[in-house]
């Protein structure tokens, strides 16, 4: 069954992007609970890679949108 997320803003999710697409276990300073986070992280990319939308958060990097898409070990490909 597949989960449908749409358009999506997601606020703390991702804190750091280039770190964290690559790499969901990466944790920060703001995350109370890192492995829960970690987890959470990786759960909403792999939903996000199976389906279309587009993903927009305040502490990406320009542009801020785009898409979760997997593949070479990277979840993360930025609207041109």
Known sequence: MSQKIGTVV??????????????????????????????????????????????AGGHLSFPGIGRIRAGQDRFWAPAN
């Open 10 to 55: 997601r606020s703390d999710l991702v804190l750091m992007g280039a770190l964290q697409f690559a790499n969901p276990s990466h944790g920060s300073s703001a995350d109370a609970d890192p492995k829960a986070a970690a987890e959470h992280r990786l759960r909403v990319f792999k939903i996000g890679a199976n389906d279309v939308c587009w993903v």
